[in-house]
């Protein structure tokens, strides 16, 4: 039994060591866990952040349409106040046409009456004038018979027949006058006809004007009080815009606050990740320097896995360079073609198809190494991760988030864990990390990864991925 200077012996010593190396991997996980939340709350605050702004802008421009609509509104109300005054002088002006009309229309009615009467008393005249004309005529008659009787008297009718000549002459100038009288009062009759005829289309005419005024002024009456009612809702909607830009403009400073806030969080989330991630990177070296002591034999398995697969895949390449399978070149390419239509976008290069046909050989065993084992896959470099296990390697449908979980190959994870996987250079990588599956599901896996070198040059690197 070794006893070393701690007094432990080998059996504690690494009793010891397997704890250390859980703990660390254990305080590795914590920290990746509260790193991944961490970036999921750096994103919410930058989306809240740009939302701010957004709504920010969105409300001093909303301020100045306000007041560009204050404006407009204050130009309406003095618009509308203008044709109120001139509806309400209109109303007016229609009000006493109207009564004139009225005036016109009782005026033409008595005019109508009276020539009726008029026309009564012609009448009359007339029939008067007839029995005069009759009188005359009887007269005359009596005058010629006393005429003829004092002509036959001799000399003793002389002088009745003076009386008779008079009296004839009196009835045949009656009889004329009577004639004129009869006359004029035909043609005065025809006159007030012609003036009832008249008075009477006047009357129509005018009861229509009335009629027609009565409906201009109701029409007129009702357009007033809907330009009043206009006039009332342009003065609270004025009122109301008033307001609307008075609460905006105490409201942007409260955004302007709010969004100095977020920044401010945003900051100090982003200085807290910087700090997780020192940490994560020292909890990373604990694991490492823990399994490199000998402490959680629990990695070991994975580790001395994909270390042996790291020594096949160096083999394969060497063995094409000089069959001449692949060039130097083409292994070594760094130009990333996309993939037309691809959702996440999917890339390939030169050597694309060369490990197409190399890695699934080496890399689809491990799968099989512990049911733990979720995935085992190269990457170069830039984290060009060109062949994935065939699970991860389904072709593309129209789901991107499906894409994400089932359609991995040819994609570049140039994430922390695989750019450091790809770069590594020393024997082995121990990594604790979320894997990102899609749909905003993560899990919480380990990343063991061992240098790929071809030839003296380091290509990228083997990463075997388990669940804790």
Same mark, same amino acid.
């Given at each position: 039994m070794?006893?070393?200077q701690?007094?432990f012996?080998d059996?504690?010593?690494n ?6 190396a859980?703990?660390?991997s254990?305080l ?18 930058? /989306?809240?952040?740009?939302t701010?702004r ?8 909303v301020v ?6 204050m404006?407009?509104?204050a130009?309406?109300s003095q618009?509308i106040?203008?044709?109120?005054a001139?509806l ?7 009000t ?8 016109l ?7 109508d009456?009276r ?14 004038n007839?029995q005069?004309a ?5 007269v ?8 003829i ?10 002088g009745?027949a003076v009386?008779a ?8 100038r009656?009889?004329q006058a009577?004639e004129d ?7 005065l009759?025809?006159?007030?006809s012609?003036l009832?005829s008249?008075?009477g289309?006047?009357?129509?005419r005018?009861q229509?004007?009335?009629e027609h005024?009565? /409906?201009?002024g109701a029409?007129l ?7 009043e ?8 909607i ?5 307001d609307a830009?008075k609460?905006?403009r105490e409201f942007?400073?409260?955004i302007?606050?709010?969004d ?9 989330v982003?200085d807290?990740h910087?700090r997780i991630?020192r940490?994560?990177d020292?909890?990373e070296?604990?694991?490492?320097g ?16 994909v270390?042996?697969?790291?020594g096949?895949i160096?083999?394969?390449? +060497?063995t094409?360079?000089r ?11 760094? +130009?990333y073609?996309p993939v037309p239509?691809?959702?996440?976008e999917?890339?390939?290069?030169r050597f694309?198809?060369f490990t ?7 890399i689809?065993p491990a799968l099989?190494l ?8 190269a990457?170069d470099?830039n ?5 994935h ?5 389904q072709?593309q ?7 994400t979980a089932?359609?991995?190959?040819r ?6 864990v695989?750019?450091?996987?790809g770069?590594?250079?020393e024997p082995?990588?121990?990594?604790v990390?979320?894997r990102?599956?899609g749909?905003? +599901?993560?899990?919480?896996m380990k990343d063991?990864s ?17 669940r804790?």
């Open positions: 070794h006893i070393d701690t007094g012996d059996a504690r010593r009793a010891i060591l397997n704890q250390v859980q703990n660390a254990a590795g996980a914590e920290v990746v866990d509260i790193d991944g939340f961490l970036d999921a709350i750096a994103a919410q605050t930058t /989306e809240q952040q740009q701010l957004q709504l920010r802008e969105g409300a001093g421009h100045q349409v306000n007041a560009s609509v404006e407009t509104l130009a309406m618009t106040t203008q044709t109120l001139k309400t002088t209109a109303s007016e002006k229609l006493v046409t109207e009564e004139k009309a009225n005036h229309v009782s005026w033409v009615q008595t005019i009456q020539a009726q009467n008029v026309q009564g008393t012609l009448d009359a005249v007339q029939n008067s007839n005069i009759v009188i005359a005529a009887q005359n008659m009596l005058a010629i018979n006393a005429k009787e004092a002509a036959r008297a001799g000399e003793t009718g002389k009745f009386v000549d008079a009296i004839n002459e009196l009835s045949q009656t009889g009577a009288i009869t006359g004029n009062v035909n043609a009759i025809d006159w007030i012609g009832q008249e008075s289309s006047v009357s129509r005018a229509e004007m009335h005024g009565a /409906e201009s029409a009456t009702e357009a007033l009080q809907d330009m009612a206009i006039s009332n809702r342009n003065t609270l004025a009122r109301d815009a008033e830009d609460a905006l942007l400073p409260n302007a606050a709010i100095r806030s977020v920044t401010a969080g945003i900051a100090g982003q807290a910087k991630t940490l994560v020292t909890s070296s604990l694991v490492q823990s399994v490199a002591l000998g402490g959680s034999q629990g990695d070991a398995l994975f580790i001395d896995a270390k042996a697969r790291c096949e160096r083999a394969a390449f +060497e094409a360079l069959e001449g399978s692949v060039s130097i070149d083409e292994l070594f390419d760094t +130009e073609r239509g691809s959702n996440p999917q890339v390939v290069t694309t198809r197409d046909r190399v890695l699934p050989g080496i689809e099989d512990d049911p733990r084992v979720v995935f085992c896959a990457v470099r984290g060009y991760l060109p062949t296990n065939r699970k991860f390697s072709p449908g129209t789901d991107p988030v499906w894409n089932h359609c991995r190959n994609r570049i994870f140039d994430d922390r695989g750019l450091k996987a770069r590594n250079a082995f990588l121990l990594q990390y979320r990102d599956m749909g905003g +599901e993560f899990v919480l063991v061992a240098p790929i070198f071809v030839d003296g040059r380091h290509w990228g690197g083997l990463r075997l991925a388990y804790f």
